[in-house]
């Protein structure tokens, strides 16, 4: 396969330009650097074959991982932390996921998406891995947008917690023992800032920061990753707000404003049961992921709590159609918060812009006749609302929740709703059908018509 992908790229008999062909060289080196990474696995396989004693040590005591990676750095021209990644990487590949690592040969997935799932898996007991590597390729494969980043670790974790979930525990607890901050010297005077926290803490500080960086006037000379730095700064300083450089003497916006509004920075989806300690299932923290039952009701001993929703339940039965929309532009608290635990993310494909920080954009315009429902309501970040609304990107979705977004190309995309809701239960049916927009409008008028009667009809007050 890769030859003949790689004869496509570069026969003059086939030419390709533009998104095309992109995606072909996209292909051609996610392929080489399978092969890559399986040549470089099967040096330290050699090297560990090679041990000649109980402990695994070479001749003279030398660890046979630091004489790979001694060789492979070398040889390619690396640094020896990378020639170890790399050398780990093809290991596990070869010896505890060999069907991921071919459909990485195959160029249908990405060095990064495979160092991600390879990474997240780690802890998974050998006795359950196998089934993990099928559940998440298969949810690889159901999407014609790749999974990445954010989006791509809830999927695998979502797998782990139905599948191995002491896997998950065990790198979370491994994880809170090496959170670390770490500050580097960079050049021209400046230093650059590094480390690991949980993943409450590192949601609350980056959603302050963001929140920080908003509070000047529109004069402030500063760029928004400028201003979340100062904030940073700020922050160690004790002070609550930035001052405006507007340098305007009567600027309101000036450090330690006095009743700066506040709003939720940490979002946190829990089951019931769990808050209980009726279940152990897991919870989610918008922008992260899931988090373990434990975590979750940690957090919650300290959190504010608020109900959520299902709009389609009608009598107790999930119904879509049954949904009844709301008479208003923007959505109410709770169909928000609904739409949102159901998306989990910007809905647009390798967007990992958390639901919560996201706009609630309306598929098909209210100006034309679209619901402010559930079924025509999803997050989009801004620059992806934007896009939508006036870059010639078009919308659909299923009963289930999926969109099909189609480009200004004619490229058409299906991507699934990756929150909590849909990754841990079914609440929603999985029928593959639309509901014609025809259909949406006659249902849409025959709503209006009764709402108009039953006011008309109601009984004078004797």
């Avoid at 003059?12 to 995606?23: F, K, L, M, T």
């Avoid at 050998?126 to 980043?149: C, N, Q, T, W, Y």
């Avoid at 695998?156 to 901050?181: E, M, N, Y």
């Avoid at 001052?243 to 000036?254: I, K, N, R, S, V």
């Amino acid at each position: 396969m890769f030859d003949t992908v790689l004869t496509a790229a570069t026969t003059a008999a086939n030419p390709v330009a533009g998104v095309d062909a992109a995606i072909l060289w996209h292909r051609i080196e996610s392929a080489a650097a399978a092969r890559k990474l399986a040549f470089v696995g099967e040096v330290l396989a050699r090297h560990l074959n090679e041990c000649e004693t109980p402990v695994g040590t070479l001749p003279g005591g030398v660890d046979p991982a630091d004489a790979a990676e001694a060789e492979i750095a070398a040889a390619l021209g690396i640094t020896c932390s990378t020639a170890g990644r790399w050398m780990w990487l093809g290991h596990t590949l070869a010896t505890r996921l060999p069907n991921l690592a071919a459909t990485f040969a195959a160029g249908e997935l990405t060095e990064h998406q495979v160092q991600t799932i390879a990474t997240c898996t780690a802890n998974v007991d050998p006795d359950f891995i196998k089934e993990v590597e099928a559940h998440i390729l298969s949810a690889l494969k159901g999407s014609s947008a790749r999974l990445v980043g954010k989006k791509l670790r809830a999927v695998i974790d979502a797998v782990i917690i139905r599948v191995d979930p002491d896997g998950l525990r065990a790198r979370r607890d491994a994880a809170v023992l090496g959170r670390h901050v770490h500050v580097h010297p960079a050049t021209d005077g400046m230093a650059e800032l590094a480390g690991s926290l949980t993943a409450e803490d590192a949601t609350f500080l980056d959603r302050r920061l963001d929140e920080m960086a908003k509070r000047v006037c529109s004069d402030d000379p500063r760029s928004f990753s400028a201003r979340r730095a100062d904030a940073l700064v700020a922050l160690t300083h004790g002070r609550p707000d930035l001052d405006c450089l507007c340098g305007d003497p009567a600027c309101p916006f000036t450090a330690d404003i006095a009743g700066t509004p506040r709003r939720p920075l940490v979002h946190v989806i829990a089951p019931a049961d769990t808050l209980t300690g009726e279940s152990d299932a897991p919870g989610w923290i918008d922008g992260f992921g899931f988090i373990s039952a434990e975590h979750l009701r940690a957090i919650a001993a300290a959190a504010d709590l608020r109900a959520l929703h299902n709009p389609t339940v009608s009598d107790a039965v999930a119904d879509y159609f049954a949904e009844t929309p709301e008479d208003r532009y923007r959505p109410s608290q709770s169909l928000a918060d609904w739409v949102k635990a159901v998306h989990g993310w910007c809905a647009f494909p390798g967007c990992g812009q958390p639901a919560w920080e996201s706009d609630l954009d309306h598929r098909t315009p209210r100006s034309a006749d679209g619901d402010t429902a559930s079924f025509n309501l999803g997050p989009f970040c801004r620059k992806h609302h934007n896009l939508h609304t006036h870059g010639g990107w078009e919308t659909e979705q299923l009963i289930d929740g999926t969109l099909i977004l189609t480009s200004r190309e004619g490229r058409v995309y299906r991507v699934p709703p990756l929150g909590p809701i849909p990754l841990l239960s079914n609440p929603v049916p999985m029928r593959p059908k639309r509901q014609p927009r025809a259909q949406g409008r006659v249902n849409r008028v025959r709503r209006e018509r009764k709402r108009a009667h039953d006011q008309n009809n109601e009984p004078p007050p004797f």
